[in-house]
């Protein structure tokens, strides 16, 4: 059902407000009038208008000191003024103070109805605006990007440093690790989080697009450039860019990326005319900059430009009491999201991720919960229901502890002993290798072809 604007008129000549209130009424609006400027300030005190049609000149408080408090306590309220033949300039006056629009006495209905039709819809666009750039801060608070551990901490201390200045930054971190994340929690806390965040990942899209897509184009540029294009620098004006896997971006097109950063304008592929930018500039990159910049495949100066402020996300598997947390926010934002019932994760499944090397990061990990909670019919997810490359990654008990094993009387079966500590020591080696024979290896303080024979011996 279809919500009905409300709509406040405020006239003080009674003949006029009754009948613009009848009018509006039979048109399908909820009307309500004040006759004065002070009784229109305590109805909406009370009471949230989409729009209000207003008198210019009222006794006491006029339409422009309504107009002005409107705009400072109710900014997505549109306010319409009612004016003389004669007062047409005051109107004018009134739009550059933030009236919607005015119209003159006397007053032509149809005209009215168009004017409130467009007044209403953009009201409901501002208020939309709001609401989502609320869900926005929301969804992207601090407290939403998990991690207690000592690296996480020094990220939060270096995100809060940065949140309200325009200091560029480069977020560095394995693919997974959260590097968008960290980037949008930046934008939607700090001082530019009313303006838009522009994303772009620099990776995805053909070098021949990328320029266009940047910094968009003029018609007839190219072939194919039919009409004029908007680029990301552009759409992001006054908010933040996020230029993800900058480290992809070719040379040609880096050049000119300095350029911007350096002048803060841009020009359109096929123009030469300058656009002035004010854009904060947030860059990412899972590969080591320092080391392209050293093979010639990335400019030192554009690098330099890029890292004034960088935050390295580390991987998961160097802050590993951080798992659990995670694991446990997956699972309940998870059954929500399914609308089922929440699950519990065992000991041991717990274990398992715990020693699991995760090469995906934090991405992964997500993913793997999602598709286990999918997939089990229990009530709690247990070793079995994991995937069987994280499973292997720790011992067969399910609350494995490895000491040395309780010898009784009656003797126990040494080689066998020795062998199933062999067995756990060594999945748990390659769990947190991530399957990578030689570093499984390292771990354990052995030889490469030690471990295989071991491997092949052991049925692993």
């Not at 009222?58 to 306010?79: A, D, H, M, Y």
């Not at 009409?227 to 992001?236: C, L």
């Not at 009387?409 to 290798?433: F, T, Y």
Request: glycine share 8%; with cysteine.
């Amino acid at each position: 059902m279809k919500n009905i604007s409300q709509i406040l008129v405020i006239e003080d000549e009674a003949a006029n407000r009754e009948a613009i209130a009848l009018l509006l009424g039979n048109a399908g609006y909820q009307v309500t009038t004040a006759e004065t400027g002070e009784k229109a300030l305590e109805i909406l005190s009370k009471t949230p208008f989409e729009v209000i049609l207003t008198d210019l000149f009222l006794p006491g408080v006029s339409g422009i000191e309504i107009l002005k408090r409107v705009k400072e306590q109710w900014p997505f309220t549109n306010v319409i003024l009612i004016t003389g033949k004669g007062s047409a300039e005051s109107a004018v006056e009134a739009m550059k103070e933030g009236a919607f629009d005015y119209i003159t006495k006397p007053l032509h209905f149809e005209k009215l109805q168009v004017i409130i039709a467009k007044a209403v819809e953009k009201s409901r666009l501002v208020a939309e605006n709001l609401y989502l750039r609320q869900q926005l801060r929301g969804k992207y608070r601090f407290d939403n990007i998990i991690g207690n551990s000592l690296p996480m901490q020094y990220v939060f201390s270096r995100m809060e440093k940065v949140l309200n200045t325009d200091s560029t930054i480069l977020i560095l971190g394995e693919s997974g690790t959260g590097k968008e994340l960290v980037a949008k929690a930046i934008h939607y806390n700090g001082h530019r989080r009313e303006k838009p965040f522009v994303a772009i990942n620099c990776g995805a899209i053909p070098a021949e697009l990328l320029e266009s897509e940047l910094f968009g184009h003029v018609r007839g540029a190219f072939t194919g450039a039919v009409a004029d294009k908007t680029g990301k620098f552009q759409q992001a004006h006054q908010g933040t860019i996020f230029l993800d896997e900058i480290g992809t971006m070719p040379l040609h097109l880096q050049m000119k990326l300095l350029r911007v950063l350096q002048e803060q304008e841009v020009e359109k592929v096929g123009s030469s005319k300058k656009i002035k930018l004010d854009v904060r500039v947030i860059s990412a990159t899972n590969c080591n900059l320092e080391e392209e910049v050293e093979q010639g495949r990335f400019r030192a100066d554009l690098y330099y430009r890029l890292n004034v402020i960088p935050i390295a996300l580390p991987p998961l598997r160097e802050r590993r009491e951080d798992i659990a947390l995670l694991a446990r926010y997956f699972l309940q934002k998870t059954c929500t999201e399914m609308n089922q019932p929440l699950i519990s994760i065992t000991p041991g499944a717990m274990n398992c991720l715990e020693n699991y090397h995760w090469p995906g990061n934090v991405r992964e990990l997500e993913n793997v919960i999602e598709r286990t909670v999918t997939l089990t019919d229990s009530i709690a997810i247990g070793k079995s229901d994991l995937p069987a490359n994280i499973s292997g990654s720790c011992c067969e008990d399910e609350d494995p502890q490895i000491s040395c094993p309780r010898l009784t009387e009656s003797g126990m079966d040494m080689p066998e002993v020795i062998a199933g500590i062999e067995r756990c020591l060594i999945k748990s080696a390659m769990g947190l290798s991530g399957g990578v024979k030689a570093r499984a290896a390292s771990l354990l303080n052995i030889k490469r072809t030690t471990l295989v024979e071991k491997i092949k011996r052991l049925g692993i």
